[in-house]
């Protein structure tokens, strides 16, 4: 089979990281909005490094300004996710970007993402769900807001909630009482970890919010006695190679740990993260893996059944999709 036709599940999808260039320069453009510094000459999007990276990041995101603006960029999202043969897919979304945090604007934004992926379910057969997610280096008071937020549009559309940002920015137990709230309202818990922090920062993150899956997670092969916790207690690393690759956590493909990951038996899901700002598609993703390390449909198949297993959707819904 081809890597292409492989049934692909995505559980580590920014949304607003995953716009086309091409798409948030059109939005600029009908809101006479010069953004052309985040861009290179080529027209892709142009950073130094992570931090650079999140700062071009949230300048696209100001193109982003009503609900039908996020309606239409689910749709370019999930042509793309379709288009590598994705069956299923998470997106973050945060309530920062959609509304300021604002609880009548966030439903509304909700409602738009909401009917775009119906359309999208119809038309190209993948199911989406959704993750509300804190941003860290905005603060654990905003933090507090979006879990408002989260709480208000629990379902069965909005069904996990996460935190990404800048992972050296405070500490998980700051966040905890934003991740109670969340927890007790129903919602599946993740967090970005072990990216940019080391082993401690998976452990913090394991203990003191208490979430089931780690974004990344991928700095845990620094310590093999939390590699065999990992594995032990079934945690789920949300693993983006290219994502790494291009934001240079690890050098090289062959670099990358997902590999001896896998083979000490962490539950490992492969997902893009932001694959326009990291030239990258779930189907390049696989692809380079099978190159690195001869990596076959077996493999792949395991893959997207931890992921499938992981994911934060309801059995119902599970049992439809593979
Ligand atoms: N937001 C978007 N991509 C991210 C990443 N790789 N790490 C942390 N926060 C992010
Ligand atoms: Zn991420």
């Not at 069965?156 to 992972?167: K, L, N, S, Y």
């Not at 590699?227 to 290219?242: F, H, I, M």
């Not at 740990?257 to 490992?268: D, M, T, Y």
Request: negative net charge; proline residues 4%.
């Amino acid at each position: 089979m081809t890597i292409n036709a492989l049934p692909k599940v995505e559980l580590h999808l920014h949304l607003e990281g995953a716009a086309p260039p091409g798409f948030i320069r059109g939005l600029a453009k009908e809101k006479h909005m010069d953004i052309a510094g985040i861009f290179d000459e080529r027209g892709h999007y142009a950073y130094k490094d992570f931090w650079h990276f999140l700062k071009v990041y949230e300048a696209a995101t100001e193109t982003l300004k009503t609900p039908m603006d996020y309606h239409r960029l689910t749709l370019a999202v999930l042509e793309e996710s379709a288009a590598s043969g994705v069956i299923y897919s998470e997106t973050f979304l945060s309530p920062d970007f959609c509304g300021g945090r604002d609880l009548g604007a966030w439903r509304e934004y909700v409602h738009a993402i909401r009917e775009a992926a119906d359309q999208a379910q119809r038309d190209m057969g993948i199911t989406l769900r959704g993750i509300v997610t804190v941003i860290r280096h905005f603060g654990p008071d905003k933090a507090r807001e979006t879990a408002r937020c989260a709480v208000e549009t629990a379902g069965d559309f909005i069904t996990g909630f996460g935190m990404a940002g800048d992972e050296l920015a405070g500490k998980p137990k700051h966040f905890a009482y934003a991740f109670d709230m969340a927890r007790e309202a129903g919602l599946r818990l993740t967090a970005h970890a072990g990216e940019w922090g080391g082993p401690q920062s998976i452990r913090d993150a394991l203990a003191d919010l208490k979430v089931e899956r780690i974004g990344h997670g991928v700095r845990a092969i620094e310590d093999l006695a939390l590699v065999d916790e990992l594995a032990e207690k079934g945690v789920v690393l949300e693993v983006c190679p290219g994502s790494n690759i291009a934001l240079g956590v690890f050098p090289a493909w062959r670099k990358h740990p997902i590999a001896e990951l896998f083979r000490r038996e962490v539950k490992v899901t492969v997902s893009t993260d932001d694959p326009p700002f990291f030239h990258t598609t779930m189907a390049n993703e696989y692809d380079r893996l099978a190159e690195a390390f001869e990596w076959d449909d077996g493999v792949f198949r395991k893959i997207a059944r931890t992921s499938l297993d992981a994911a934060f959707c309801d059995e119902d819904t599970r049992a439809q999709i593979l």
